[in-house]
C-alpha cells in the first residue's frame, strides 16, 4: 500500500451526533492524510455509519466540527458531496437499468464533463470486469460485479476522496480481495480512502485503523501497533467443544478474556504460570478434551475483542 502523506484530507473535531435521547456519536476527532487508506472498525450500532455520513455531506452532527478536502461539513455539506466519491454496502445502483444507464446516470449526477463521459464509462466498464455487458441488466449482475461497478460509478468524477461504508458486505472472499486491489490502484494514484468494515483481513491492508465502540473512539492506530498494544498473554486451545470451553473458563481467575477463533479457543491470561494447569483442570472437571494449548501472537481480532471488552462491552441489540 501507498504511505500516506500530506495536508489532512479529513479533519473531525469532537463530533457529537444525538437522535432523542440516544447518543450515536460521541465527541470523536481524528485526522486522515492524504492519499492514506484510514479504515473504521467497530461492532454494530458502534457509530461508523453514522459519523461517515456527517463528513460526507449527507447528515449534519448536533455539534462539533470538522472538513472534507478543505471544505466546512457544517456550512458546504452540498459542494463537499460533488468532491467525493461515496458508496454504501446497498452499492447505490438502479436494478432496472443497465449497466451502461446506470454509468451515464452517475456520470450525469456527477457533472462528468460530456468530453471525459466516454472515457470514464470504458473506465468503469473495465474496472468492474463489464467490457462487454454494457446492455445487461444491473439486477442479473452476480454481488462481485455489482460491487465493482457501484466502485466505478462512486468514482466516475475522479474524487480525491473516496468514502467506503461497510462495500463488501456479504461478498464473497475472492471478490473481496479483487475490490482491495481498486482500492490499492485508487491510493497510488492519490486517491485519500476513508472505508468502514467488520472484515479483519481487510482491516489489516488500512494504513491506519480507528476503533469506534458505543459512539467513542476507543483506539487509533497502525494494525501493527494496535496488535503490539495487547500485553496479555494469549493462548490458543484446540478442544471438541469450543463454546463449552469457552463458558467453563471464563471465571478462571488467571483469565482476562476467552472467546471464540474459528474452531479454536483463544484465551488472554493475567499471568501464564500456574494457568495451564487451571485450564486443564477446569476442562476434566467439566468432561473437555484439551489437545493442544500455545501461546501465541495476537491477531487483529484479538485486539479488537481486548479493546471493545476494555470499553464496556459491544452495545447489545
Not at 463528513?55 to 472534507?68: E, F, R, T, Y
Not at 467443544?241 to 488467571?254: E, M, S, T
Not at 481486548?306 to 452495545?315: E, K
Amino acid at each position: 500500500m501507498t504511505e500516506p502523506g500530506g495536508a489532512p484530507a479529513v479533519v473531525a473535531s469532537r463530533l457529537r451526533r444525538v437522535f432523542g435521547d440516544f447518543v450515536a456519536v460521541d465527541n470523536v476527532s481524528f485526522e486522515v492524510g492524504e492519499g492514506e487508506i484510514f479504515g473504521f472498525l467497530g461492532p454494530n450500532g458502534a457509530g461508523k455509519t453514522t459519523t461517515i455520513k456527517m463528513l460526507a455531506g449527507l447528515l449534519l452532527p448536533s455539534s462539533g466540527s470538522g472538513s472534507v478536502a478543505g471544505l466546512d461539513i457544517l456550512t458546504q455539506s452540498e459542494a463537499i458531496k460533488r468532491r467525493i466519491g461515496y458508496m454504501s454496502q446497498l452499492f447505490s445502483l438502479y436494478a432496472d437499468l443497465t449497466v451502461d444507464e446506470n454509468i451515464a446516470f452517475f456520470a450525469g449526477l456527477y457533472s462528468v464533463p460530456h468530453e471525459r463521459r466516454a472515457a470514464r464509462r470504458d473506465w468503469a466498464l473495465q474496472t468492474a470486469g463489464l467490457a462487454e455487458q454494457g446492455k445487461r441488466l444491473t439486477g442479473e449482475l452476480p454481488l462481485g460485479l455489482k460491487q465493482r461497478l457501484a466502485l466505478g460509478c462512486a468514482v466516475l468524477h475522479e474524487p480525491k476522496i473516496l468514502f467506503l461504508d461497510e462495500p463488501t458486505s456479504g461478498v464473497d472472499p475472492l471478490s473481496r480481495r479483487r475490490f482491495w486491489d481498486l482500492i490499492d490502484a485508487l491510493t497510488q494514484q492519490g486517491t485519500t480512502v476513508f472505508v468502514s468494515t467488520h472484515y479483519m483481513e481487510e482491516a489489516e491492508y488500512c494504513h491506519r485503523l480507528a476503533l469506534m465502540n458505543r459512539g467513542k473512539l476507543i483506539a487509533l492506530d497502525t494494525p501493527a501497533r494496535l496488535r503490539a498494544g495487547m500485553t496479555d498473554p494469549l493462548f490458543d486451545l484446540q478442544t471438541d467443544d469450543g463454546p463449552r470451553a469457552v463458558a467453563a473458563l471464563q471465571d478462571l481467575p488467571a483469565v482476562v478474556e476467552t472467546a471464540m477463533f474459528g474452531r479454536s479457543v483463544h484465551i488472554a491470561l493475567r499471568e501464564p504460570g500456574g494457568a495451564r494447569e487451571a485450564i486443564a483442570a477446569r476442562l476434566a472437571e467439566r468432561g473437555l478434551a484439551l489437545h493442544a494449548l500455545n501461546q501465541i501472537s495476537p491477531s487483529l481480532e484479538d485486539a479488537f475483542v481486548a479493546l471493545v471488552r476494555a470499553a464496556g462491552g459491544a452495545p447489545v441489540g
